[in-house]
């Protein structure tokens, strides 16, 4: 293995309360995040990612298990001796400091000279575009401005590893795009390993290198966003991830038949028997003429969205499926509530998952 | 006649009582002070504008003494207790609840729940024993005894400020290489300084307050301001006690302002 | 849980304790240890310049209620003593039930002020709550006694000839409690009423309430947590108050206070005084666990 992990969790474990009353927050999830790479952390709340960061970061210590750094344990290492810096999900900016103090703590707690700490923090504060702003206070600044602070703050002391706990949640959605531009930038830049939490899936497919599924404690799937999506392992990761169509199949040797006679190509090692097959609603497409395509549907509604139209329909068998109809590429409206229609699956986009 | 807008919060007649509550309540006070300017030595009948009673109360040798040993004495009880209530704040707030915080909690709002007049009979008993038993005649029973029941009104702004504290500006400072002495010297205590002030002022308060408790505690020849007054109350009344009250409230009013600046929540 | 978090728990509870200390030892040593030694004094036999001789009687609580006749050794009702009490009591309960007469319309009129005009009415109120209370009963001495300002301001306009007698009477003591206290009435009466939301009222009247049957049926079941507090904060230092008795009531208008303070002076039996301070510490005993009975039922309910 030529290339090192920046961190790796072997078996790490973590239980909150006892007895009776004991939550597992984090269960068994071992996890290798390969040095100068950005990975996203991905689940809705309460699936345990924020507790992972935190195992990492050293604010909890695990209740079994153990947290590498560059193959080295540092599970028993306070979170002051780590060289790993957290940008917080409140920002956490110390409201007494100035933006350089803020900017300064981490070198100034290492004991680095003034001088050096000096030019750092200058260096930092111009990466995020705020030097104008040192001598303000957190609470004079506005929201997307203090989270730069807390970026230049957390990138100072120059850590090998960069956590970011959905830094960009509290900020509007333009502010949010910028700012997920511009953290690929310093990534690329800087050449850190991010480990970014979200739980915005559009944000972990357009941000990351790879991203780790989670969901109740576990970690369901890793992998880069085009195999998450195109290739979701079970039905939470299908769901979480996008838009997708839930049809009940069965399968066997590389064909799946849905409402009983229409079969289609699956990859050979898809798991056999009764499944649940997913097809995302751009892979479905839509036939005026029922007659040329394998299956029919009647339309049950259409929703207009500007640049496409969700039709919803109801497959032969009962199952009912959405599709993404786009009028431009279609040259026509997408059909109305009532219309039969004909429907074929893009080859290759079937994905058989394992429940 | 302007017509008056329906309110459902309105009652008739509750505005006309609380505005003759407050009058009632700074009336009496307002004459103390007026007459602390009479010319005069009544403190009924008004005798022209006069000054002189702040230079009488000034150059008499005996307030001047007990003036002292209240500032002394609140002085030295204020920062014990303050002291003492920061550490006990930080032990008891944002942590796992125990048993033992219950009691701690209970112990220190004791003062607060058990008449003055009764700590007062036990100290009195407690401390008479010891002064045989010692010799020792001097200020500490009283330092002692105003450190006690200055503690609750030290640590309840003290405690107050940490529960408002953001926990994640600690971990901040963690991550950022900051032992947990740095994080507590750099980041706790800055943050902490308001509460521990507003704890500071109204310790002292409390303490420059004190009647019953010093009443008991007290040796022969240890007046403090207010048990000095209390015996002049009694004997003849002059404007110089107006005197003297008039700074001493002017001396409260000031720091309870502070301390309502200090505490006032910041929008 | 790991031994790494055990380890955590026990650090956490070891740290309590450890910075507590200092302030427990303080505390123990200057208010709550001493309370206990009192205890034991109140069994004691009193000496005779004072302080007690250590031998065990059981005399002082019985003195609390009962007087012993020096002739025939018989007991009978301790007449001096129980008017005292009962003078304490009524006292303190009057003093009570006129501050929540004065003090809600207060506490009512500040709180649906608006938020300026609410946090400087609130500042009013408690600056005389933080001002000494000597002063205050002071204060009121100088108003209300024979030579005092309401009573030259009477003669002088006409009114009286010969000067209005309040000042050592019960009415005095009243007058002065209800002064000192009121603000103790008013900061949770305040608190309780911030709280309420107004709506409600509207809501009643709306229903067909009169404005009695809405401040009956709504307003005082829902703010009931902070008219108990309240009449607690102003009954219990109502009951052990010294300072105001002692300057408006004069000698003979004694409340439990001056009667406990007389036991170590002029009447030097410190057992009696004693027994009185544990008697006094109970009755306040009493009235907290009605309080904390009383608001926290109220909680369970809400």
Known sequence: ?355 | ?267 | MSAREEAETRRDARNTWLLSAPALVILTLAAAGPLLIMLVYSFLTPGDYGNVVWKFSTDAWVGTILSKDIFDGTYSLADAHLTIFWRSVKLSLITTLFTFIVGFPTAWFIATRTARTRTALLFLITIPFWTNLLIRTFAINQIIRNEGILNTFLIYLGVIDTPLVIIYSDFAVFLGMTYVYLPLMVLPLFAAIDRFDMKLLEAAYDLYATRLQVLRKVVFPIVRPGIVAGSILVFIPSLGAYVTPRILGGGRNMMIGNFIELQFGQGRNWPLGAALSVLLLLIVAAALVVYIRATSRETSNG
């Open chain 1, 1 to 355: 293995m030529p290339k090192e992990n920046a961190i790796e969790t072997r078996s790490s474990r973590k239980v909150y309360g006892a007895g009776s009353e004991a939550v597992v927050a984090l269960d068994d999830v071992s996890i290798a995040i390969r040095k100068g790479e950005f990975f996203t952390l991905l689940g809705p709340s309460g699936c345990g990612k924020t507790t992972l960061l935190r195992l990492i970061a050293g604010f909890e210590t695990p209740t079994s298990g153990h947290i590498l750094l560059n193959g080295q344990d540092i599970t028993d290492v306070p979170p002051n001796r780590r060289p790993v810096n957290t940008v917080f999900q409140s920002y956490a900016l110390f409201p007494h400091l100035s933006v350089r103090e803020n900017v300064g703590f981490g070198l100034q707690m290492k004991g680095r000279p003034a001088s050096e700490i000096g030019t750092k923090v200058e260096r930092a504060l111009s990466m995020v575009q705020l030097g104008a702003m040192a001598d303000r206070k957190p609470a004079q600044l506005s929201g997307g401005q203090q989270q730069r602070v807390a970026l230049a703050r957390a990138l100072a002391p120059s850590p090998e590893v960069l956590l970011l706990d959905e830094p960009l949640s509290a900020l509007d959605l333009k502010l949010r795009k910028e700012m997920q531009s511009e953290l690929k930038r310093l990534q690329h830049e800087l050449g850190i390993t991010f480990i970014f939490v979200t739980h915005d899936q559009e944000e972990a497919l357009t941000m990351s290198d790879r991203i780790g599924v989670m969901s109740s404690g576990r970690l369901l799937q890793i992998g880069s966003p085009r195999e998450i999506y195109n290739h979701p392992v079970n039905r939470f990761v299908a769901d979480f991830i996008g838009e997708t169509n839930f049809i009940p199949a069965d399968v066997h040797d590389g064909t799946a038949t849905i409402a009983g006679d229409i079969a289609m190509q699956v990859a050979p090692d898809s798991p056999q028997g009764r499944h649940t097959i997913a097809v995302r609603p751009e892979h479905v497409r839509i036939l005026n003429d029922p007659a040329a395509a394998p299956m029919r549907a009647t339309v049950t509604d259409t929703t207009y969205f500007g640049t496409d139209s969700h039709v919803r329909m109801l497959l032969q068998g009962g199952t009912e499926i959405v599709a993404r109809y786009q009028s431009e590429a279609a040259g026509g409206d997408a059909p109305t509530t009532g219309t039969d229609v004909g429907v074929s699956f893009a080859p290759g986009s079937v994905q058989v998952l394992q429940d």
């Open chain 2, 1 to 267: 006649m302007a017509r008056r807008e329906f309110s459902a919060s309105r009652i008739p007649g509750f505005p006309t009582v609380a505005i003759l509550v407050f009058v009632a309540l700074y009336m009496p006070i307002l004459m103390l002070v007026i007459y602390s300017f009479n010319a005069g030595d009544s403190i009924a009948i008004w005798e022209g504008f006069s000054f002189k009673w702040y230079p009488v109360a000034w150059n008499n040798e005996q307030v001047r003494e007990v003036t002292f040993r209240s500032l002394t004495v609140a002085t030295m009880a204020s920062v014990i207790a303050t002291t003492v209530a920061t550490m006990a704040a930080l032990g008891t707030t944002r942590r796992r609840r125990t048993g033992g915080q219950t009691f701690i909690y209970l112990m220190i709002n004791q003062p607060l729940m058990v008449p003055e007049i009764v700590t007062a009979v036990a100290l009195l008993i407690f401390f008479a024993s010891i002064k045989v038993a010692t010799g020792y005649q001097g200020l500490g029973y009283l330092i002692a005894a105003h450190s006690a029941f200055c503690i609750p009104f030290a640590y309840l702004p003290i405690r107050a400020r940490l529960e408002g504290m953001d926990r994640t500006l600690e971990v901040a400072a963690s991550d950022l290489y900051a032992t947990p002495w740095q994080a507590f010297r750099h980041v706790t205590l800055p943050l902490l300084m308001p509460g521990i002030a507003a704890g500071l002022m109204l310790a002292f308060v409390t303490s420059l307050d004190d009647v019953v408790i010093t009443l008991f505690v007290k040796s022969a020849g240890q007046d403090t301001l207010p048990t000095y007054m209390l015996a002049q109350i009694r004997r003849s009344v002059s404007a110089e006690v107006n005197a003297i009250s008039t700074l001493l409230l002017l001396l409260t009013v000031i720091l309870l302002t502070a301390f309502f600046l200090l505490t006032r929540k910041r929008d």
